[in-house]
């Protein structure tokens, strides 16, 4: 017979970003550290913001596994939190229930979190929008969930499809969510600024009348297109 787990396993302590480098990604296009990171990166697409209007934050994931239909693991999480931290749970992608809702935004405002993100589902959105927290989720429903557990909290989890260690980092907007490993966090933001410049110069031909990539029209040109009318 298996014994039953624990209600909750919990590792405390685990290296975060240093403060300074994680400022440089603020205020960051998710598509932009997406490019730096050779096109991948985003949570699944379901993944977005209760109010759009709420979406841009980044910070460390404080990482919990909550299971189908239990948020046992968030609310320890609101205890262990760290000012500037995402609290970023995997729900299993259950969406028959609610994990989050404006209780537990609202004492995430007041713990100084920067953001919630659920694969699962939130409710209260009428009072979530006016507390100013971004919070992402796959969906709303007011149906509520229990606090139960088995859950984790500081453990590595899988969160819409992509990996998350404690301490990563996980930065948001109206596109969605990206996650990026804190190993790779100085090469990000050393690549930021060069990509940054690329789009910027990019789009100003644009502006200016561009119609098409010429290394398309050149690929067009060659032999490695074959034409059949």
Same mark, same amino acid.
């Given at each position: 017979m298996l014994k039953d787990p624990p209600l909750l396993t919990i590792r405390r302590e685990?290296? #975060? !970003? !240093? #403060?300074?480098?994680?400022?440089?990604?603020?205020?960051?296009?998710?598509g932009h550290i997406v490019d730096a990171m050779q096109g991948r990166a985003a949570l699944d697409h379901h993944i977005k913001p209760v109010d759009p209007e709420c979406a841009q934050f980044v910070g460390a994931a404080l990482t919990c596994q909550t299971g189908a239909d239990d948020n046992l693991a968030i609310l320890a999480a609101l205890v262990l939190a760290? !000012?500037?931290?995402?609290?970023?749970? &995997?729900?299993?992608?259950?969406?028959?229930? &609610?994990?989050?809702?404006?209780n537990v935004t609202m004492m &995430?405002?007041?713990?100084?979190?920067?953001?919630?993100?659920?694969?699962?589902m939130a409710r209260d959105s009428t009072g979530i929008v006016p507390v100013g927290l971004p919070v992402f989720s796959r969906g709303i429903t007011p149906n509520s969930c229990v #606090?139960?557990?088995p859950g984790k909290v500081g453990l590595p989890i899988v969160c819409g499809g992509v990996?998350?260690? !404690?301490?990563?980092i996980v930065l948001g907007d109206r596109d969605g969510v990206v996650v990026v490993p804190q190993a790779e966090l100085q090469a990000i933001v050393a690549a930021l600024?060069?990509?940054r410049r690329m789009e910027e110069e990019t789009q100003k031909k644009i502006r200016a009348?561009?119609?098409?990539?010429?290394?398309?029209? &050149?690929?067009?040109?060659?032999d490695k297109v074959s034409y059949v009318g």
């Open positions: 685990f290296p #975060r !970003p !240093p #403060r300074d480098l994680l400022a440089k990604l603020k205020g960051a296009q998710t760290q !000012p500037g931290d995402v609290i970023i749970a &995997a729900a299993d992608a259950f969406s028959a229930t &609610a994990v989050v809702g404006d &995430a405002k007041n713990k100084g979190i920067a953001a919630i993100v659920i694969d699962g #606090r139960s557990g990996a998350v260690q !404690p301490g990563d600024d060069e990509i009348g561009m119609t098409h990539l010429d290394s398309i029209a &050149a690929l067009l040109k060659s």
